[in-house]
């Protein structure tokens, strides 16, 4: 009897201090989060954006675009490449075994412009292949040793596009990360589609202001061809369908290799997705990558992910159970949400996405369950896809 009334004591004291504990576990989840929007997101935020100054010496580049049956988007965006203003450019367009009229047109183009080169790779019924091959032969087909990269659906915004890329490289830059926003839409897919590009976007570039570099986007980075050859290319990850991108950054990015560009001239805009179930399978080919990042970049990005959630779980959780306590989950929120308006107003006017900060309390809760609910199913997925 005696223990019984202990254990039901003991039972007492721990439900009347359940709600101080529960605002514990909260606080915790506020804190990590804060720390990522004052401590990490606050590098691009504080980052004063370069512009190419004129009589700076230009490296010499190769324009690498793949394309799978791309006839549309080769017809509408090639000619914002190969019409850059720049010295000394080659562009490549790898034709990957394209069935519509895609040859047709870059035989078009090739009668106009002299300084474009065509890599044409046929299908072989032994040969399965991803996009990484293509990139592959792009570069060996490349006479220059600054590669820069986009897709046959990107268009820069400007024909300074590969100054501003080609300036960014210091003799001890090997890579070089830039900013591909999607074209705005009037719908709610694009505003998620455009908030979380954004909020990639800030993330690795603010990981490479910290000097930790982690990933990039191959429809805007660049890299020397000797750091490919050097590092044996995509061979360490040729059985995962994406990265040609983010993973060769995330293997081969040191503390001091590795510069970005953003100025508004060197933005490169791509067509976005137009349904849910294109996004979902866009994302599904992405989150595969990240499963072979290093460890500690796997660890903080999943940290940051896991934070937002249960963050947003336990938010809920307090305000249904304890409702007296109302003011606690509403202090929180607030907290979180005016250091996000705080930090990322300045971020997004660089992203050029500004209108997406006042959509910020209703995207950015659906896109941590979007994203992490995506990833949990998409994970264990191998089999290799071009696009």
């Known amino acids: 009897m005696r223990l019984s009334l202990l254990a039901m004591l003991d039972l007492h004291v721990f439900l009347a201090n359940l709600p101080y504990i529960v605002f514990g576990i909260l606080g915790l989840f506020l804190l990590v989060q804060l720390y990522y929007i004052l401590f990490v997101y606050s590098k691009l935020s504080r980052?004063?954006?370069?512009?190419?100054?004129?009589?700076?010496?230009?490296?010499?580049?190769?324009?690498?675009?793949?394309?799978?049956?791309?006839?549309?988007?080769?017809?509408?965006?090639?000619?914002?490449?190969?019409?850059?203003?720049?010295?000394?450019?080659?562009?490549?367009?790898?034709?990957?075994?394209?069935?519509?009229?895609?040859?047709?047109?870059?035989?078009?183009?090739?009668?106009?412009?002299?300084?474009?080169?065509?890599?044409?790779?046929?299908?072989?019924?032994?040969?399965?292949?991803?996009?990484?091959?293509?990139?592959?032969?792009?570069?060996?087909?490349?006479?220059?040793?600054?590669?820069?990269?986009?897709?046959?659906?990107?268009?820069?915004?400007?024909?300074?596009?590969?100054?501003?890329?080609?300036?960014?490289?210091?003799?001890?830059?090997?890579?070089?990360?830039?900013?591909?926003?999607?074209?705005?839409?009037?719908?709610?897919?694009?505003?998620?589609?455009?908030?979380?590009?954004?909020?990639?976007?800030?993330?690795?570039?603010?990981?490479?202001?910290?000097?930790?570099?982690?990933?990039?986007?191959?429809?805007?980075?660049?890299?020397?061809?000797?750091?490919?050859?050097r590092n044996k290319g995509f061979a360490a990850h040729m059985h995962i369908k994406s990265g040609d991108d983010d993973l060769f950054v995330n293997q081969n990015a040191t503390p001091t290799n590795v510069n970005i560009v953003l100025a508004p001239a060197t933005i490169v805009y791509s067509a976005p997705k137009a349904t849910w179930k294109s996004y979902y399978k866009q994302k599904a080919r992405h989150s595969g990558a990240s499963t072979i990042y290093k460890r500690h970049h796997q660890r903080m990005l999943g940290t940051q992910l896991v934070s937002a959630v249960l963050f947003y779980v336990t938010l809920i959780a307090v305000a249904i159970a304890f409702p007296a306590f109302w003011y606690v989950p509403l202090a929180a929120y607030l907290l979180r949400l005016c250091s996000q308006w705080a930090i990322f107003m300045a971020i997004y006017k660089k992203l050029e996405v500004k209108e997406l900060i006042w959509w910020l309390p209703l995207v950015d809760f659906i896109y941590y369950f979007y994203i992490c609910i995506n990833g949990l199913f998409s994970r264990k997925k191998k089999k290799i896809s071009w696009k």
Not at 105 to 130: M, N, P, S, T
Request: hydrophobic share 35%; with cysteine.
């Open 47 to 229: 980052y004063q954006i370069d512009s190419y100054q004129e009589g700076t010496d230009l490296p010499p580049v190769s324009v690498i675009i793949c394309a799978h049956n791309e006839q549309d988007n080769l017809r509408e965006f090639l000619p914002s490449i190969l019409e850059q203003d720049y010295p000394n450019f080659e562009v490549i367009v790898v034709n990957d075994f394209s069935t519509d009229e895609t040859p047709w047109i870059l035989q078009e183009f090739d009668e106009r412009y002299a300084h474009l080169k065509i890599v044409d790779i046929k299908e072989h019924i032994r040969l399965k292949h991803g996009k990484k091959f293509a990139v592959s032969m792009g570069i060996k087909a490349s006479k220059y040793q600054t590669l820069v990269f986009t897709d046959a659906d990107c268009a820069p915004q400007s024909d300074q596009w590969l100054k501003g890329v080609g300036s960014a490289f210091k003799p001890e830059t090997e890579i070089v990360l830039g900013y591909s926003p999607y074209f705005k839409k009037k719908s709610l897919l694009n505003i998620l589609i455009r908030f979380e590009t954004s909020h990639t976007a800030m993330s690795y570039l603010s990981y490479a202001l910290k000097g930790d570099a982690y990933m990039g986007v191959g429809r805007n980075m660049a890299y020397k061809k000797e750091l490919f050859f």
